[in-house]
């Protein structure tokens, strides 16, 4: 198994180790290039800087995208680690060293993220370098990586209920280490991270109208939240603001076939309704390249059956 160690700003870990967030942002300030270095579901262990130097939590690898300071704010809120947009913009500024108001940066959804006491801090592996400056990749089949995990493991039955009934919450089942599967399997999808595993699974781009300003984009559930619908990429779109209104009050659906379509309704009710009808019978714009991500029937069918008003 590999896991990834990634270098924490303090301010943000001393933040969130306060808080109890389902799921937060580990933000990069220069938003150049997409974190491929773990899968859904992946550890991703938070390494304390220098005076420290210490392992002093873990999340797990959700969604990544690299979006406008702004709508990082808009998704996660203080789960980017600051009580006010102004504080995170302020920080971001001076890692930047520009005044630019709402650059693009890096986000690294992490889901179910635990904070260790001090006193369960785990050492800096022997063969971390004090010139790393965003993280590094470790691995269970060599032995530091190996021996990091299993003091991984040790921590976190500590932290972790053993009850799966807990909505946000995940557990380890079995007594002996299984180097992470126990863990794994287990972790469960925040809000903010379903957000941006759908803004990356549609390129930024409403699956409608192909819409491109990120702004007004949204991670439209297919079945609610609130009726037991989840936050899987699999149950998601990303729709223009209007698009998402229509489709969660029943006057846009999509069928398991991905053809659009819209309610007589919007007519009737509101003697309107051109810009939408234009897109009837029309297949979906934008699909998720990979097939795990596309919207599954299961949820498309409850929709066109429970929501929409045909």
Known sequence: MEYYLGTTDWRWYNYLTKQAPEDV????????????????????????????????????????SQIPLSTAWDTFQSRNGFDTLEEFRSV??????????????????????????????????ENWSPSIVQ????????????????QTETVLKRYLTSSLDTKNSFAVAEESPQYGNSILRKVRIGQGAFRLSVIDAYNKRCAITGEKTLPVLEAAHIKPFAESGPNQTSN???????????????????????????????????DNGREYYQYHG?????????????????????????????
């Open 25 to 64: 942002n580990f933000w990069q300030p220069g938003g150049r290039s997409a974190f491929r270095v773990l899968n859904p579901g992946g550890a991703f262990l938070f390494k304390l800087k220098s005076p420290y130097n210490a392992i002093g939590g873990i999340g797990f690898f959700a969604a990544q």
């Open 282 to 310: 029309k297949n979906l714009l934008i699909l998720p390249e990979s097939e795990i991500n596309k919207p599954l029937p299961l949820y498309l069918d409850y929709h066109n059956t429970a929501i929409f008003r045909p």
């Open 236 to 270: 998601g779109l990303l729709l223009r603001s209007d698009m998402h209104k229509l489709f969660d009050n029943g006057y846009i659906t999509i069928t398991p076939e991905f053809r659009i379509e819209v309610s007589k309704r919007i007519k009737e009710e509101f």
């Open 135 to 150: 993280g590094k990749t470790y691995s269970t089949q060599d032995e530091i990586g190996l021996k990091l995990w299993q």
């Open 92 to 125: 971001i500024q001076k890692y930047r060293r520009n005044s630019e108001r709402n650059p693009t940066i890096g986000c690294i959804a992490l889901t179910n993220p635990v904070f260790f006491e001090k006193e369960d801090w785990i050492p800096t592996p």
